[in-house]
């Protein structure tokens, strides 16, 4: 879990504007035909390896795949009792939506990146780290608390509690003790390091984020309401709904529902640059934040700012949630690739290499 000097803004590679002609899909998606360089037989076969008769068991349940090319949905395919209009689980990929919306806030100037961040625990104890943690520090996942995000249960019986190793504290805060009051969970973790010195990818994080968020917003009608006016309806995305715990926070780690369109939608806002029809949905400086990796992870992923950034020398960005979840954002060749699915992590491998497969035949 390392810590790296990101690549200077100026050399990040160009984010492609909307082709000259090209409608938005505020309404409806345009259509368009594939590219001359893609063989459509091999875009059809690798569609068909998820979604065909036979699909491959290594992809568990496919549930959705929308590319976009230029603008426009190009292929799009469904699993069984799933149609465009029904809304699928983010998991994870909520928390680049939970970044999108502090930087609207960031650029109202209704909240601050580098002074300490408003959770009023972490101001009581004199020497505690976390007096010293940042909304920035929040936002890159070197906050230091002690948060174990594993996805399975310690089976040992040597795990009794949140203090003991091998303790998820992903699963006790979403379906155990803190399930009630996400970020209250997660924002009584101790500090295990200082702010800013280790990298530790952590739904603890983002749920405390979007606690301060709904501190200025309110409780779960007027958040939804605030998501819907200055992020979701501008761009079109109408299926939008996000799950509030009892304390009234949004659980911005982990919980929205949109359809696989509304998802694309939101991937193509931020291959814009945040730029919608002419208007600055989410601040472009934001926008370029989130795809330089700040850190690397322990197997060689690289994390930006609430979003994933690929070593793959095309630019790309993307959402990442549990069971292989993913909005791909690809620059160099002007592409959104959604993937909605419920895979087991001991086959991650196949829908990864599946989605490499779809993005290299869009190569120039």
């Known amino acids: 879990m390392t810590i790296l000097d990101p690549v200077p803004v100026d050399q990040l590679p160009p984010l492609p504007p909307q082709p000259a002609g090209v409608p938005w899909p505020t309404r409806e998606w345009p259509t368009g035909s594939l590219p001359d360089q ?52 983010s998991w994870s990929m909520a928390k680049s939506v939970t970044h999108s919306l502090v930087g609207i806030l960031v650029a ?44 399975t249960l310690d089976e040992s019986g040597e795990s009794h509690g949140p203090d003991d190793p091998g303790w998820s504290h992903c699963i006790d805060m979403l379906f155990g003790a803190g399930a009630g009051d996400v970020a209250g969970y997660a924002a009584a973790r101790p500090a295990r390091h200082e702010p800013g010195t280790t990298f530790n990818y952590s739904s603890g994080t983002t749920n405390i984020v979007a606690r301060i968020i709904g501190d200025l917003i309110g409780g779960p009608e007027e ?55 002419g208007t600055q949905v989410v601040p472009r400086e934001w926008i370029d934040d989130e795809r330089r990796a700040w850190a690397v992870d ?8 609430h979003w994933w950034v690929a ?12 069971e292989l979840q993913r909005v791909l954002c690809v620059p160099s060749s002007d592409l959104v690739v959604v993937r909605l699915g419920k895979t087991p992590e001991s086959d991650y491998d196949t829908p990864k290499r599946w989605l490499e497969e779809i993005v290299s035949i869009f190569d120039a």
């Not at 002074?115 to 009581?124: C, G, N, R, S, V």
């Not at 070593?311 to 549990?322: A, E, L, V």
Request: glycine letters at 12%; one cysteine or more.
């Open 298 to 305: 322990d197997e060689g992923s690289h994390y930006g700012t």
């Open 38 to 89: 893609v063989d459509p037989t091999a875009l059809e076969g690798l569609l068909a390896q998820a979604f065909g008769s036979e699909p491959d068991p290594g992809f568990g349940a496919s549930y959705a795949t929308v590319v976009v090319h230029q603008g426009r949905i190009v292929a799009e395919r469904y699993g069984p009792d799933i149609t465009p209009e029904t809304p699928l689980l």
């Open 223 to 277: 958040m939804k309401a605030w998501m819907n006016d200055v992020l979701f309806h501008p761009i079109g995305i109408r299926s939008a709904e996000p799950t509030f715990d009892t304390a009234g926070t949004f659980v911005g780690s982990s919980y929205l529902h949109m359809t696989a369109r509304d998802w694309a939608r939101f991937g193509l806002l931020h291959l814009r640059g945040g730029q919608w029809d």
């Open 311 to 322: 070593d793959d020398g095309r630019g790309t960005f993307f959402c990442s949630g549990f």
């Open 108 to 151: 109202q100037g209704r909240l601050k990146l580098d002074t300490p961040a408003p959770i009023e625990a972490w101001q009581t104890a004199a020497g505690d780290p976390r007096s010293r943690l940042t909304l920035r520090h929040l936002l890159r996942m070197a906050d230091g608390l002690d948060f174990n995000e594993e996805y």
